[in-house]
């Protein structure tokens, strides 16, 4: 099976910075797109950022400017570089991945557990 893990939550003060880690483990053939989910007190899971196997990212237009999205995909790794954070920015943060099935040519998504990060006004 395969298997995503989030790191690098916490708490900052506003206007500080955050680099979050998803690494990515098991038996992995490939990794299509990849990105980042945020869940906020009292709203839905939303998209923050997604990166595409040839590097190509997408931001919503909350963090365009602050947040970075990155990828290594020898490392089966992905990041978020958060800067300029804001109160706002505030809820559990989520890895998601499409992983291919290995003779099939399908994917599979996969959700990581979540990290929380707190921003403080």
């Known amino acids: 099976q395969v298997q995503l893990v989030e790191s690098g939550g916490g708490l900052v003060q506003a206007g500080g910075s955050l680099r979050l880690s998803c690494a990515a483990s098991?038996?992995?053939?490939?990794?299509?797109?990849m990105g980042w989910y945020r869940q906020t007190p009292g709203r839905q899971r939303e998209l923050v950022a997604a990166?595409?196997?040839?590097?190509?990212?997408n931001y919503a237009d909350s963090v365009k400017g602050r947040f970075t999205i990155s990828r290594d995909n020898a490392k089966t790794m992905m990041y978020l570089q958060m800067n300029i954070l804001k109160p706002e920015d505030t809820g559990i943060y989520y890895c998601?991945?499409?992983?291919?099935?290995?003779?099939?040519?399908?994917?599979?998504?996969?959700w990581g557990q979540g990290t929380l990060a707190t921003v403080s006004s």
């Open positions: 990166i595409a196997r040839n590097g190509w990212t």
């Open positions: 998601n991945a499409n992983f291919g099935v290995y003779g099939t040519g399908t994917y599979r998504e996969v």
């Open positions: 098991g038996t992995i053939f490939s990794i299509d797109g």
